[in-house]
């Protein structure tokens, strides 16, 4: 796989909520491929955070895609709304849908991209029956709910068999489905992850905790590096 086929998404958890807009701004012009959105509701997961007028605000300020993380308890009802808002991809993590078929009909229904997200116990089993209707498998390298935590190594073996089973899909339809990780991705270890079988990096507090407050132009050097680390795969 080329590093052109990669994508590194950083996470707005981590970004600085006083100067949302500057934020996303520097880390498009730092070359982020996607803006990841993490929607936490203090049910689902014990945490609060942002919702769809957030992603609406941001959304006239840049061309890339938004991919809104939904770890809410019902989900049915924000899926519209996120719709709306300008989001392009919409996942959600199958243990919080009654129907997981149709939740991800109405998805692609509302003109988003649709995807699944396996915490770190969460089986695999779910995604064979509706592989159809996926257009990206979110593997959770922690535990959710905070930004911050390191990865677990058990999300290795887990990303291998996810890879295997959307490979197998593909080469049946033709058809190839995204494998995005999320937890504690660095540069340290973003290729190793990369070789497990994952081709879009969430990164939050490495992208941006890593610079300095007057730098207009600080997350280029830790994207560079996560891209330069890629190129080895």
Same mark, same amino acid.
């Given at each position: 796989?080329?590093?052109?086929?990669?994508?590194?998404?950083?996470?707005?958890?981590?970004?600085?909520?006083?100067?949302? +807009?500057?934020?996303?701004?520097?880390?498009?012009?730092?070359? =982020?491929?996607?803006?990841?959105?993490?929607?936490? %509701?203090?049910?689902?997961?014990?945490?609060? *955070?942002?919702?769809?007028?957030?992603?609406?605000?941001?959304?006239?300020?840049?061309? =890339?895609?938004?991919?809104?993380?939904?770890?809410?308890?019902?989900?049915?009802?924000?899926?519209?709304?996120?719709?709306?808002?300008?989001?392009?991809? $919409?996942?959600?993590?199958?243990?919080?849908?009654?129907?997981? %078929?149709?939740?991800?009909? @109405? $998805?692609?229904?509302?003109?988003?991209?649709?995807?699944?997200?396996?915490?770190?116990?969460?089986? !695999?089993?779910?995604?064979?029956?509706?592989?159809?209707? @996926?257009?990206?498998? !979110?593997?959770?390298? $922690?535990?959710?709910?905070?930004?911050?935590?390191?990865? @677990?190594?058990? *999300?290795?073996?887990? !990303?291998?068999?996810?890879?295997?089973? @959307?490979?197998?899909?593909?080469?049946?339809? +033709?058809?190839?489905?995204?494998?995005?990780?999320?937890?504690?991705?660095?540069?340290?270890?973003?290729?190793?992850? /990369?070789? /497990? +079988?994952? %081709?879009?990096?969430?990164?939050?507090?490495?992208?941006?905790?890593?610079?300095?407050?007057?730098? /207009?132009?600080?997350?280029?050097?830790?994207? =560079? =590096?996560?891209?330069?680390?890629?190129?080895?795969?």
């Amino acid at each position: 796989m080329s590093a052109s086929s990669f994508r590194i998404a950083p996470s707005l958890l981590s970004a600085d909520f006083a100067r949302l +807009g500057e934020e996303v701004d520097h880390v498009i012009a730092s070359g =982020a491929d996607w803006l990841h959105f993490d929607v936490m %509701d203090n049910h689902y997961v014990p945490n609060l *955070t942002i919702g769809p007028l957030v992603c609406q605000a941001i959304r006239p300020l840049t061309k =890339a895609p938004i991919d809104v993380h939904l770890m809410v308890e019902p989900v049915d009802a924000l899926v519209p709304m996120f719709a709306k808002a300008g989001a392009n991809l $919409i996942t959600f993590h199958p243990e919080a849908s009654r129907h997981v %078929d149709r939740t991800l009909q @109405l $998805i692609r229904d509302n003109g988003c991209q649709a995807g699944l997200v396996f915490n770190p116990t969460t089986p !695999l089993d779910y995604m064979d029956y509706v592989m159809d209707k @996926l257009d990206m498998v !979110l593997l959770m390298s $922690i535990n959710p709910g905070f930004g911050g935590q390191s990865f @677990l190594p058990s *999300t290795y073996p887990k !990303l291998r068999a996810a890879r295997a089973r @959307l490979d197998a899909y593909e080469r049946d339809s +033709g058809r190839r489905i995204l494998l995005e990780v999320d937890g504690g991705v660095k540069v340290d270890n973003i290729a190793e992850i /990369a070789r /497990a +079988g994952a %081709d879009t990096f969430v990164a939050g507090s490495a992208v941006f905790g890593a610079a300095k407050a007057e730098d /207009a132009h600080r997350y280029d050097s830790v994207i =560079a =590096a996560m891209r330069s680390q890629l190129e080895t795969i």
